[in-house]
């Protein structure tokens, strides 16, 4: 039997990389150079803290070499974990944020579903005026606040100012009209078909946002909760201003009045509080980024 | 299954009528389509029907009952989007059987309901994956399918087949059809396409600019159509217009295309066409497939001309050709082997039992 062989290899010629692939590659040299630089940039700071948390106030106070530790010791780590005061802003803390997310996450939402779909008179003005709350600075807004609170207590005889839990209707102004506004772009991505066939499937406009809206704008609104938290959790200025006794104040506040004795810095702790406070948002972010997947709508039309 | 009426329906945006005084009677078990260009309000009235959209005057009714203030979940409805408008983190499963369960069906039910119509719409295999691992076509059978599992008293299809390519759409609109002769629920459709409302339709209502231009079976809408609009939207290659005027000569009835080109008219047409005024402007409209090649023992009213192509377009089975009467372009289309070549001559005939005649300012067919 004769074999056939058949040239499959075409005109010969040189493989020359195209312009496109040498485009590319000098976008990702030009991005990792600039995201080294950051990474370094941003990461420097949280080094620092760690190196000096590891350090006794001897050793911080020595002129030596500031990037080394040379006797590192557990004792700042431990004394602020076995203080209650550190734990009580801890847990102050924690109440406050958790509670704030979850009041913001029961308006905004809600909120933002009703300002992206029922349109009513004045809906597109009302989500604008959402966004520009959001953009008057907090501390504009501190000394009408509090003197707002004062008064109400002075009317009701209801007390808040110096509670921990009057930051539980301060932060709110900050976290709704932000995550609300993020819910809209979110809620306004949804194909309109998509609530529409909720509708004519017999659904409700509350079972349209539990059953249909929440699920598929997941992402959005763990990028919302993600935001409250932050927000919430690493406030400075309200708390500083509204809470006062030692057993009320939140961590933020709680490290620096506290750790900072006059003109007496004690920054072995003042580090070590500092990058215990970072750890539940890092937490946080690292166990939420795994849902954070975007592309959820996938499929809901022509894809 | 029940019957649709609408009654001098008008859907107002501001200053704009979408939808201007429609009139429309579907009878139980009847497959409407709506068809017309992109505009023409057709969307909007399907919107109207289903309650998605207020109408601002006239009567919607669904089975005897008016429904202008009913909400969409309580008209027992069904709607098939284009886009599918399935829900992404349901399985089809669960897609198929969300209004079921907002209802409170007892599981049982829901479950046969369920595995019945994806029987039906052979997508049994694909009952537990989610919209994103499916095809564009198998997306739009589970679109159908959550539609057939309510069982509702009339579909509503919004142009369902636009999304997918031209062969899935060719078999998914006999697949549509499969389904309404076993489901016989009242069916409107809306489409753009002139030929999917031919195929499928039992009934076709042509719009534009928001008003009925004409209603009727597929057949009737081809052969004859009312308005000149109907003429050139239905049929494809469309209908040929050209300019023309009547005239007498020796007692004969002349229809006059160009100084040189002239035909007489058949004794029906001529009939038909005596009382017209012989000064008025007309438009000859003829199909395509009237315009043909000349054979050797021409029938009656069939009239034979000279003319040369401008150009050719074998279709295989077909060929069609091109070329120009006083200005205007004229289709017509002849057998493969009678040698239309671009550029050449060629001995046409036109079938005047099949032609039309059309009043050229009102657009009438008279």
Redesign the interface.
Known sequence: MSTVTIDKSGPTRKVKYGSMSRDRTWALRWSYFFLVLFAIFSLTPPLYMLITSLKSSAEISAATNPWWVYHPTLSNYIELLTSNQFLRFFWNSAWVSIIVVTITMLISVPAAFALARMKFWGSATLATGVFLTYLIPDSLLFIPLFKMFAVFGDWTGVQLVNRWYVLLFIYPTLTVPFCTWIMIGYFASIPKELDEAAIIDGASWFQTLTRIFIPVALPGLIAATIFAFTVSWAQFLYPLVFTTSTDQLVLPVGIITTLIKGDVFNWGQIMTGALLGAAPPLIIYAFLMDYYIAGLTAGATKG | MADVSLRKVVKRYDEVEAVRGIDLDIADHEFVVLVGPSGCGKSTTLRMI???EDISDGDIMIGGDVVNDV???DRD???V?????????MTVAENMS??LR??HYPKAEIKSRVTEAARMLDITDLIDR?????S?GQ?QRVAMG?AIV?NPKVFLFDEPLS?LDAKLRVQMRIEIKKVHQKVRTTTVYVTHDQVEAMTLADRVVVMNHGKIEQIGTPNELYHKPATRFVASFIGSPAMNFVPCRLEDVGGKLNVRLTDRLAFALPPARAARYQALSRTDRLLLGIRPEHVMEARPHAEPGVEPFDTVLDVTEPMGMETLVYFTLEGTQVCGRVNPNAGAQDGSPLRLAVDLNNMHLLNEVTGAVL
Request: net charge positive.
């Open positions: 289903a309650g998605l909400p969409p979940k409805i069904a709607m989007f284009q886009n599918y408008a399935l829900y992404p983190h969300f209004g907002l209802k989610k919209p994103k691992q499916l564009g997306r959550r309510r999304n």
